[in-house]
């Protein structure tokens, strides 16, 4: 009978021991760094817990369980996919939500593809807990709805262009949205803009055609400033041509003044052009004799008086 109660003791000890001790586990939580947990008594908020150790009240004390949206991409294929799941920890480090692709129409009734991520970050774990419901995928349906707003009033060509300007206003609204969430939207941006195919090849024929009129337009600027600097080397060459012959009439009349002058010198009295004029008929008189193709060639009258005119000044050197 001893060993009875002796038995029965010892099992109420271990017992009590094994509830103890999963009472205390139940009681002690150990919350990481950038990590909370959101503790409810009776089912209501009662505190949050923070990086650290923490004791609750078992049995009254109960962390709340959050349904969350994870987003996986699948190594071998590369997919994206999305699953919910409960969980009692809020991680408040920045995280990034990768969208799927979705169909967006544009002004001008253009339907084209986008895809965009998101950096968000939680800065109130109790407003991003109590109210709304699953965050992820209220951020998702929100960004969502507020790109097509934005897209819907813009033309193909805008959007394409207008990547920066498109992150900037979807990051203004959705962090103007989400901030009674206790979120904070740091960026968005769109990974993707897909037109449809029809649209892409007339994009491509367009650019090509584009990059024609582009190098007919080099090619006739060219052209133009190759005439141009042609047509200045001709001027150039002309006006130095000039310039060349001008100075040789100067240098020849300077020549002549000086012939002249010495003519005058030598025989002081007299008409020195006589002279001159007869020189040059007599240069030019072979030129002028030359039998050209057998016809005859006939001398002026007015040779003879050259001639004569040769003889007079003849007479007058010899005087003098």
Known sequence: ?????????????????????????????????????????????????????????????????????????????????????????IDLREAVYDFPKQNVITKDNVTIEINALLYY???????????????????????????????????????????????????????????????????????????PVDIKVAMEKQMRAE?????????????????????EGVKIANITEAQGEAEARLVTAQAESEAIQKIQKAIPGTNPLPYLIALNYIKALPEITKDKEGKLILVPYEATGVMGSLATIKELFKKA
């Open 121 to 195: 970050q939680i800065t109130d774990p109790q407003r991003s807990i109590y109210e709304v419901a699953n965050l992820p995928q209220a951020i998702e349906k929100l960004t969502q709805t507020t790109l097509r707003n934005i897209i819907g009033a813009l033309d193909l060509d805008e959007t394409l262009v207008s990547r920066d300007q498109i992150n900037e206003r979807l990051r203004e609204i959705l962090d103007d949205a989400t901030d009674k969430w206790g979120v904070k939207v740091n960026r968005v941006e769109l990974q993707e803009v897909t037109p």
């Open 1 to 89: 009978m001893v060993l009875g109660m002796y038995a029965g003791f010892f099992t109420f000890f271990i017992v009590l021991v094994l509830f103890l001790f999963i009472a205390f586990a139940k009681a002690t939580y150990i919350v990481r760094q950038s990590e909370v947990i959101l503790i409810e008594r009776l089912g209501k908020f009662h505190k949050m817990l923070k990086s650290g150790i923490h004791f609750i009240i078992p049995l009254i004390d109960r962390p709340r369980n959050v349904l969350w949206t994870f987003v996986k991409e699948q190594t071998a294929t590369g997919r994206i996919y999305r699953y919910s799941d409960y969980v009692e920890r």
């Open 211 to 231: 990059r024609d009129r582009r190098a007919l337009i080099l090619e006739a600027e060219g052209n133009k400033r190759s005439a141009i600097l042609k047509a």
